[in-house]
């Protein structure tokens, strides 16, 4: 999902990191002029651009996040809201170490988790889910409905009696049926696809649940 637009020697060369190639190029279109100029104007921010010379070396960057400072009280809900391409996502990914922070702090249940690596760091993850942006690549294929949904639960050795009588129940919480345990992803819509991510998220028991644009 990268886009690479290179042009003649001796002008400048502009990357734009996008998950939508229809977005990068009209982005690009947009800020080629500016990025030949060696600048990025500051609206350009989080739209994950640089600004390259012919040999590869960077001569501008904009930073996806910056300065973002909030804190998720228990049973509270926080929603950042922005236009695409402003770092929501990213600052998803953040929290959960997935994507590594260059500055700043990150606690979870007081616990700084910033610098943390191997099992204290897969120890802090099993209180956080995170529900996906796109339900179509975050579904295992090979795998049906109830394998899915188990395979966190007994990953993590959560539920007592086994995990299958509680899949039922998860689904239906999430408005689908529970005979539908048994379908393989493709037979699902998309939006039926996030509901099931939404369920394997519940039933880990997370303490805090990060959704990337879940409906």
């Keep these: 999902r990268e886009a690479h637009h290179r042009y003649p020697a001796g002008i400048a060369q502009l990357d734009c990191l996008r998950e939508n190639l229809a977005w990068a190029a ?10 030949l100029m060696g600048w990025l104007p ?15 070396r960077a001569t501008a960057h904009v930073k996806a996040v910056d300065g973002v400072s909030f804190t998720v009280e228990a049973g509270k809900t926080l929603a ?4 695409s391409g402003c770092g929501k996502s990213t600052v998803a990914r953040l929290v959960l170490r997935l994507t590594d922070p260059t500055s700043g702090t990150i606690r979870l ?33 090979r795998l049906r409905i109830g394998e899915i949904i188990a395979e ?26 529970a005979d539908m345990q048994s379908r393989y992803p493709h037979e699902f819509s998309g939006g039926q696809r996030q509901r099931i991510a939404i369920a394997r998220a519940l039933a880990v028991r997370p303490q805090l649940l990060i959704c990337d644009e879940p409906t």
């Design 26 to 35: 009209a982005y690009n279109a947009a800020c080629v002029p500016l990025a």
């Design 42 to 56: 500051p609206w350009a921010a989080g739209l994950g651009m640089a600004a390259r010379s012919v040999f590869g």
């Design 80 to 83: 950042l809201v922005g236009e």
């Design 109 to 141: 249940n007081g616990e700084d988790v910033t610098h943390m690596a191997g099992e204290s760091l897969r120890r802090a993850r099993r209180n956080v889910q995170l529900v996906f942006q796109d339900p179509f690549a975050s579904l295992n294929p």
């Design 152 to 177: 966190g639960m007994q990953a993590l050795k959560v539920g007592a009696g086994g995990t299958t009588p509680q899949i039922g129940p998860l689904l239906e919480q999430v408005g689908l049926r």
